[in-house]
């Protein structure tokens, strides 16, 4: 249904707009302008002539409306094929339709576009606009207070202008953005925890995106936090021809932690960290200066850039009209996203097309979880890459695997050389332009000196920030000097045919005698031990130099026997 529904306004407002000009040429319009010019000056005489035209003109627009719905009708049963024609290529037909397949049609892809294409709330200046609301200020404040946020919540005539434009003037674009909240602010809740930062972070993803992991805004900032290319890069964000972590939800939300935990490490102030999240810490630093050194947002506030002004404001507003949505009259739209999501460690190439004609997983759900793939390809032969499927598809998948990677293998990589495009040769997760189906694996300690981030070690070895916490168990980016840290690199040599392979449980089966495995929730060492015979946890324990306690999510590697 989602995919039915989203192209007919535009089509048939198209069309629509043609009718009116033949409903209405300009010499009839100047006509009857004239006209209707002439009546005003004298209403005695033409009030009956007016009233006739009148009638004409409703009736012409009950036709025209008749006519556009018409339009839409038929627009919506061409889209109702074609997607009838895909959902048949991937073996689903109207008559076996799952719950889940049936959910995935009014996917979260669905909420994305509409969420985009909504323009309630634009079109004011809030510099000068004075918005006037029935609820009073008395109420407003003593809600903020109960709200009993960690991050201070100031209230004026600005942030009131924004709590009204959030709650008020923009209802059906709120819904679907709540729609939305509610499967990615648990990834952001759990990811601002981890670093030990204020949950009411995640509100910003609303200002930047409203939640759209693959929003591009017109200065080519990317993704559901708004990364430009060098910052994301900075921040150990994976950039090439085939991948773009700006639009993973859980890696760019993690670059975003990092952020602005930095920002709130140099300005100690949560709305000054806000700010330069927007338009940089050079920017807060100027304001600050111009403002005599005063380091509080409202001192600094005519000093800021005027999109930045709005910032801390706008996250006030979006955090007001989300707590108290019941209270303003928003309905959240309704989801249908997986409840749990389960990870496979990929390491070799795959094409969305391959898991979805196997197992009949339509692939806007894999779009859906897996956004930051160009061209629906996971280039695993290049390393390893994550691929998250609904929890309910993973006992196919992990059983069919062979079947999928071998599937029109040659077909869907025929114009595609993942290892060898020109766009990946200086890149070092493509080595130099070989098969990575050549590397072998070795491990390197480097000892963290003075000054050194994880993302500064990251670009210095070739890697991404997340290898490197996997490779050392690592919860946070938090490192100490003199701390040692294992880093895997890769070389080429024809004896070996692959690095790693994959199990049949989904998870990395190296060369080096170990298999990565991803923690579930529920897990415990004794429990994912007794999966491996001849495994105990002690062994887990030691082989990982960690103690018993462990996350889901967390990377955890099997000795092999």
């Known amino acids: 249904m989602a995919a039915l529904l989203l192209s007919t306004s535009l089509t048939a407002e198209g069309q629509g707009g043609n009718i009116f000009k033949k409903l209405f040429p300009p010499a009839e319009y100047n006509q009857r302008k004239d006209t209707t010019s002439k009546a005003r000056k004298k209403p005695a005489r033409g009030s009956r002539h007016l009233q006739k035209e009148n ?68 079109g004011y200046n809030l510099d000068s606009v004075h918005f006037s609301s029935n ?19 100031p209230y004026n005539e600005t942030v009131r202008n924004y709590i009204i434009l959030y709650s008020e003037k923009m209802p059906t674009k709120m819904g679907q953005i709540m729609g939305l ?58 950039i090439n021809s085939y991948v773009d972590e700006r639009f993973d939800p859980f890696e760019s939300a993690d670059a975003a932690a990092r952020y602005l935990q930095e920002a709130y490490s140099i300005f100690g102030d949560w709305s000054l960290a806000i700010s330069s999240y927007n338009c940089g810490s050079g920017n807060v630093n100027k304001a600050i200066k111009r403002a005599g050194g005063r380091r509080d947002f409202w001192s600094i506030y005519p000093y800021l850039p005027k999109e930045t002004r709005g910032y ?22 309704p989801i249908h996203m997986p409840a749990r999501v389960d990870t496979f460690n990929i390491t070799r190439n795959l094409h969305f097309r391959q898991i979805s004609e196997v197992i009949g997983l339509p692939i806007a759900d894999l779009r859906d979880l897996n956004p930051q793939y160009y061209n629906d390809i996971v ?9 998250r499927l609904p929890f309910n598809w993973t006992s196919t998948f992990t059983e069919m695997q ?10 869907v990589f025929a114009r595609i050389d993942v290892n ?43 890697c991404t920030v997340n ?88 990377k955890i590697k099997i000795p092999t026997r």
């Open 312 to 333: 801390v404001p706008a996250m006030v507003g979006a955090m007001y009209a989300m707590t108290y949505y019941k209270e303003c009259g928003i309905e959240p739209e």
């Open 55 to 122: 009638e004409e003109l409703k009736a012409r627009i009950r036709n025209l409306e008749d006519e556009i719905s018409s339009l839409r009708s038929d627009s919506l049963r061409i889209e109702y094929m074609e997607q009838e024609t895909e959902n048949i290529a991937v073996g689903l037909t109207p008559m076996d339709y799952s719950p889940e397949a049936t959910d995935s049609l009014l996917s979260i892809w669905y909420l994305h576009r509409q969420a985009s294409r909504n323009t309630e709330g634009t």
């Open 135 to 153: 609820v009073p200020d008395s109420v407003i404040i003593r809600r903020l207070r109960k709200m009993n946020s960690f991050i201070t919540l």
């Open 467 to 554: 290898q490197i916490k996997s490779w050392n168990n690592l919860r946070s980016t938090n490192i100490q000097i003199g701390q040692k840290l294992k880093i895997q690199q890769r070389g080429s040599s024809a004896a070996v045919s692959t690095a790693s392979s994959t199990s049949s449980s989904g998870n990395s089966t190296s060369a080096s005698g170990s298999i990565t495995y991803t923690v579930r929730s529920g897990d415990t060492l004794t429990k994912i031990a007794s999966r491996y015979p001849g495994v105990s946890a002690n062994d887990i324990m030691k082989f990982n130099g960690i103690g018993e306690k462990i996350h889901p999510g967390m």
């Open 402 to 411: 062979d079947s999928i990677y071998r599937y029109k293998a040659s077909e």
């Open 379 to 387: 280039p695993g032969n290049s390393g390893e890459y994550v691929l």
């Open 420 to 462: 060898n495009n020109p766009a990946n040769v200086n890149n070092p997760r493509y080595g130099s332009g070989r098969s990575s189906s050549t590397y072998t694996t070795s491990w390197t300690t480097h000892k963290v000196r003075s000054g050194e981030t994880l993302g500064g070690i990251a670009r210095k070895y070739h």
């Open 181 to 238: 909240s509610t499967y990615y602010f648990p990834i952001f809740e759990e990811t601002f925890n981890q670093y030990g930062l204020p949950e009411e972070l995640k509100y910003l993803a609303v200002i930047e995106s409203a939640l759209n992991p693959v929003a591009v805004s017109r200065a080519n900032a990317k993704g559901m936090w708004q990364f430009m290319f060098n910052t994301a890069k900075n921040y150990g964000l994976e």
